[in-house]
């Protein structure tokens, strides 16, 4: 079956400009995570929707960062006003239940030049 | 501190011997465990999740957890050059603030031919 699918596969964006980046779970998989990777770094927890509900968006970075799941399925992350920090890899996965195997996408690279 | 710890290595074995890579994390509230590999400039892919105390096996690989002594480990059996890779450690739980997955900062593997 089909993985979990991430768009854009590269962003180059301007610092400043805002940003949006989706992802698509595997089908039947209710929860959905966020992650960032910077350069030779470990991998940052963002974000995580189980299901329709509200997400906990304490792991977020700063209130640049949000993050929303239509439907319990699709997610878009959204970076306003993008900073040289930003850049990174960002990831999504999905799983069936909370505690279970998560699957990843193969990431979005952001540059912000 | 850190709560998934990882020797950041390069572990180094010779082709066919055994790899033998450790985690620990600090935080009891922890549920269950995924080690992935990540090849450079992709993205991690799951090789074994656990959440009971014990061993599990799935052809090469085994993973040992030891709730009582907060350790997670992954043996790869008749380690293959294409081995090679960077093994990320991985605890999710219901944790100060909700849910996460906390990745220790990877060991990198040289498998030698």
């Known amino acids: 079956g089909a993985g979990v699918s991430q768009s854009p596969s590269n962003k180059v964006t301007e610092k400043g400009k805002d940003v949006e980046l989706r992802c698509d779970p595997i089908?039947?998989?209710?929860?959905l995570y966020w992650y960032r990777q910077s350069l030779g770094q470990g991998l940052e927890f963002l974000i995580y929707?189980?299901?329709?509900?509200?997400?906990?968006k304490s792991g977020l970075p700063s209130d640049r960062f949000s993050a929303e799941r239509t439907g319990g399925s699709v997610s878009t992350l959204t970076i306003q006003r993008t900073q040289q920090e930003d850049s990174a890899v960002y990831l999504c996965a999905s799983s069936f239940g909370t505690f279970t195997e998560q699957y990843f996408g193969p990431g979005t690279r952001l540059t912000v030049t | 501190q850190k709560e998934v710890e990882q020797n950041s290595g390069p572990l180094s074995v010779p082709e066919g011997a055994i790899a033998s890579l450790n985690c620990t994390y600090s935080d009891r509230g922890s549920q269950s465990f995924f080690w992935y590999r990540q090849y450079s400039g992709k993205s991690p892919e799951l090789i074994m999740f656990?959440?009971?105390?014990g061993d599990k096996e799935d052809g090469r690989f085994t993973a040992q957890l030891n709730k009582a002594s907060q350790y997670v480990s992954l043996l790869i059996r008749d380690s293959q050059p294409s081995d090679s890779a960077t093994y990320l450690c991985a605890a999710s739980g219901l944790y100060t603030g909700g849910f996460k997955t906390i990745f220790g900062a990877g060991t990198r593997l040289f498998v030698k031919a």
């Open positions: 656990i959440y009971s105390n």
């Open positions: 089908s039947g998989h209710t929860a």
């Open positions: 929707f189980q299901g329709n509900s509200a997400p906990d």
